[in-house]
C-alpha cells in the first residue's frame, strides 16, 4: 500500500459514522449487514448510510455486494490488513519491549507464517502479518480505476 491509499483509507475513517458503520462491520465478521441494517444500527437514514458505505468502499475498506434488490457490506479483510500493515511495518525496530501488547488485537485472526500464533515484533509486521485463511474470508472488490473515472467526470460536470 502506498501513502496515498492509506491517506484515502484514513480519511474515510475520519467520520463518526463512517467510523461507527467500520466498527460494526469489525464486529459482524464476514458476513456483513445489509445496508438497511446497518442505517437502523448506527443510527442514521438510508440516504445517509449510503454516502457513508459508498465512501468506505472507495476507500477499500468494505465490500458491496448485491443480494437481489438489496445490499450486503462487509469488511474487505485484505485492504484492512494492507493498511494495518502500512501503518505497522516499521513497529518497534525489533525491540519488542517497545511495543508491549499494543499489537495483540491487531494481530487477532493472523498467524505467523509457520501456523503458530503471531507475535507482533518478532521480525517486522509486514513479515509477521499474514491472513490465516481458516478465520478470515477474503473477497475482491471488484472495482476498477475506470469506475473511478466515470464517477469524478460525473462530479465535474
Known amino acids: 500500500m502506498d501513502q496515498t491509499t492509506a491517506v484515502v483509507a484514513l480519511s474515510a475513517l475520519a467520520h463518526g459514522h463512517r467510523l461507527a458503520v467500520f466498527r460494526m462491520l469489525v464486529v459482524r465478521g464476514p458476513s456483513g449487514a445489509l445496508a438497511g441494517e446497518i442505517a437502523r444500527e448506527v443510527g442514521m437514514g438510508a440516504t445517509a448510510a449510503s454516502f457513508h458505505l459508498k465512501e468506505l468502499d472507495r476507500a477499500g475498506l468494505v465490500i458491496a455486494t448485491r443480494q437481489g434488490r438489496n445490499i450486503r457490506y ?84
Open 74 to 157: 462487509s469488511l474487505h479483510v485484505e485492504g484492512v490488513r494492507r493498511l494495518l500493515t502500512f501503518l505497522t511495518e516499521d513497529c518497534c525496530r525489533g525491540r519488542p519491549e517497545i511495543c508491549g501488547s499494543i499489537f495483540v488485537n491487531i494481530v487477532d485472526g493472523f498467524e505467523a507464517g509457520d501456523g503458530s500464533p503471531s507475535p507482533c515484533c518478532a521480525a517486522s509486521c509486514s513479515e509477521v502479518l499474514k491472513p490465516n485463511p481458516t478465520s478470515i474470508a477474503v473477497k475482491k472488490s471488484g472495482r476498477n480505476s475506470s469506475d473511478r473515472r466515470q464517477r469524478s467526470s460525473k462530479l465535474k460536470s
